[in-house]
């Protein structure tokens, strides 16, 4: 697909999916414009898409309304970037359990806010959810809770935002960036389970979740749906 003479802009995309999503976006001939918390991660980034850059926290508003501000046009828009606590309700704080609505779900409903201005007529937006909205990996149901209303959220804006197509993708369990930083018996082990508990018999990776996202950048006649890049986990 080709995106030249397109503006895609992605928050959380110095590192992990939203890098990829750039390496792939840039290589089809976009410009490319990168949001996050982590200037050195977002330099090294657009570096390498020869793209630009903005220190953006998903958070505050006053921030994402900078980071928009600063673009004349968003042809695309990708909002993978967030941070939060996973666990039970037994054991969580009321602050941790709700981080994944804090980031994840406010965080991206508030950057969809801040873009409207800025999106164009055939513009199109992809949200990240993840396959735990509809099968929960173990007790983590505010995480759960979550991903299920980034879905919603997604349907509710492709019917308010139309003819600006806006739709969801939800990974599974993915080899990169994000559990690389974890030990590695617990990587192991999560992924070792993720293997037995999906069709395909393994974790998936990186760019195969951005084959997903550029999908939704140009499928020209899918909204309100979600894509779940994640080996059938969902299925079993």
Known sequence: MSLAGKQVVIIGGGSGIGREV??????S??????????PEKLSTAAKEVDGTWQVVDNTDQDSLAAFFGALDRVDHLFTPGASY???PLRELSDEDAAS???????????????AVPKLAPDASIVLMSGAASVRPPGAAPAYVA?????????????????????NVVAPGT??????AGRPADVREASFDQYSRDTLLHRVG????????????????????????????????
């Open 22 to 27: 750039a390496r792939r976006a840039a290589a």
């Open 85 to 87: 606590t996973v666990g």
């Open 29 to 38: 001939g976009a410009s490319v414009h990168l949001g996050g918390r982590t």
């Open 146 to 166: 979550c991903n299920a209303a980034v879905e919603g959220l997604g349907r509710g804006l492709a019917v308010e935002l139309a003819p600006v197509r806006v």
């Open 100 to 114: 994944p609505f804090t980031t994840k779900f406010w965080g991206q409903y508030h950057a969809v806010k801040h």
């Open 205 to 236: 990776k990186e760019s195969e979740v951005a084959d997903a996202v550029l999908y939704l950048f140009g499928s020209t006649y899918t909204t309100g749906s979600t894509l779940y890049p994640d080996g059938g986990y969902a299925l079993r």
């Open 174 to 179: 993915i080899d990169g960036d994000l559990w």
